[in-house]
């Protein structure tokens, strides 16, 4: 007989299934029991009223492995109407010592230390497991949406010779005796793609070894990549990324209902348009609105971004708000400046609600402008020879954005640290598991 997952198991009243996973839950009536399973799919109950049956799982403890042969019966009282009956278990992996914490539970108790140390154990959670089928689902979304336009998918590598990007907050690494880093981003490498299918994406791991310890701030993340050409300036990546994210959002609701209303998550509605406000203005606002004076400065801290998307949900409807036209002194050299005032940049952060989760812009694409920057953002042309050469043969207007996976997931779900929406996270002190 062959195996079928829970979530099928409800097409097949009357007939007589194999089932395998996790025992979730084990109720002993006495003269019968509950026993919940769990796999990839869901959960499933069966009823187990033989006592043969029921000796196999004396002294075991949550979370073994089981198969259950049974036949599939309607049952009103039971979850989803249906259960197995009849059942032959099979112990395939025995679990003997207690779990470090219960993760059969509705809400998870340990904290997040602990939950972290525990993590191999603790992702079977049901709210964890939706949490991450949603990470996947917006991994899913993406790549369905920039293939649908044209884009085509790259992989850059990791490993990289120069650190010049953007300062000095690399890992550094010995490659067969000589320097090289830990990539902060594929930028220099789809930017060089750009002239070779125009239209590119990435989903992959890019770090950084700064040294924060804040719940925004993870040393290692997936960033959400594209980079496009023969564009009219930065309004069209922004359009780009619109679309996007409401390809996502929309497909979150139509393939992931169950983990969203687990998770009890809001998915914004999108129009056809995100409201902008150059920095310069969102400053004037914040000074105006709340009293804080931080015109002229060159970033917005985190309780700007709260004020700033706490006015664009209350006067202008969104969750979501674009912040454009950053400092030059703030972007990396390729940023292309405004041609209004070049001491501004053609450049965005896209805030959701109270947090930015997407960097992008427009990026310089004629060759003796990116070196003459390069030089005096004080770069050696030599280290990024390779970066130049796509530039001096010929790019055309381009730009792209870098969305924080975690980030996302983290806002949309509503959580409080970034490591609770990251599988394995990597900070300062945590390395493993």
Not at 311 to 329: K, R, V
Request: proline letters at 6%.
């Amino acid at each position: 007989m062959q195996r079928i997952r829970t979530d099928e198991a409800a097409t097949r009243v009357g007939e007589r299934v194999k089932l395998a996973g996790w025992m979730h839950n084990w109720r002993d009536m006495g003269q019968f029991g509950f026993l919940i399973l769990r796999d990839g799919a869901g959960t499933f109950q069966a009823v187990l009223y033989k006592a043969e049956e029921m000796e196999k799982l004396k002294g075991l403890q949550y979370e073994t492995v089981l198969q259950i042969e049974g036949v599939v019966a309607e049952e009103p009282r039971a979850p989803g109407g249906v259960e197995l009956h009849d059942c032959q278990v099979t112990v395939i992996s025995p679990v003997l010592e207690p779990l470090p914490f219960e993760i059969n539970k509705k809400e998870l108790k340990p904290g997040l230390d602990v939950f972290l140390d525990n993590a191999p154990v603790g992702l079977r959670h049901l709210r964890k497991r939706a949490l991450f089928r949603i990470s996947a689902e917006i991994m899913a979304g993406f790549r369905e949406y920039l293939m649908q336009q044209g884009f085509v998918e790259i992989q850059t590598p990791k490993i990289v010779g120069s650190a010049t990007e953007s300062g000095a907050n690399v890992f550094a690494l010995d490659y067969f005796g000589r320097p090289a880093y830990l990539a902060q981003s594929p930028q220099f490498y789809k930017q060089i793609m750009v002239g070779v299918f125009e239209r590119v994406f990435e989903i992959g791991p890019v770090f950084r070894a700064e040294k924060h310890n804040t719940a925004r701030h993870t040393n290692e993340y997936v960033s959400l990549d594209i980079e496009m050409g023969f564009i009219q300036d930065h309004t069209d990546v922004m359009a780009m990324l619109t679309g996007v994210l409401r390809h996502i959002f929309n497909r979150l609701t139509q393939v992931c209902p169950r983990e969203l209303e687990l998770l009890k998550v809001k998915v914004p509605n999108i129009g056809q348009t995100i409201p902008a406000l150059r920095l310069p203005d969102a400053q004037e606002l914040i000074f105006k609105r709340y009293g804080e004076d931080c015109r002229g400065e060159p970033d917005l801290a985190p309780q700007h971004e709260e004020w700033l998307c706490e006015y664009a949900a209350q006067e202008l409807g969104s969750e979501l708000l674009f912040i454009t036209h950053y400092p030059t002194s703030k972007r990396p050299f390729y940023a292309m400046p405004d041609d209004e005032d070049p001491t501004l940049t053609k450049s965005f952060d896209l805030l959701f609600r109270g947090c930015e989760v997407v960097t992008g812009g427009q990026r310089i694409h004629r060759y003796e402008q990116l070196l003459e920057n390069a030089r005096k953002w004080g770069i050696n042309p030599e280290d990024i020879a390779g970066y130049l050469q796509a530039f001096k043969f010929g790019m055309p207007p381009h730009g792209g954005f870098g969305m924080g996976l975690e980030r996302l997931l983290m806002q949309l779900t509503g959580l409080k640290n970034l490591r609770e929406a990251t599988l394995f996270p990597r900070d300062l002190t945590r390395v493993a598991p």
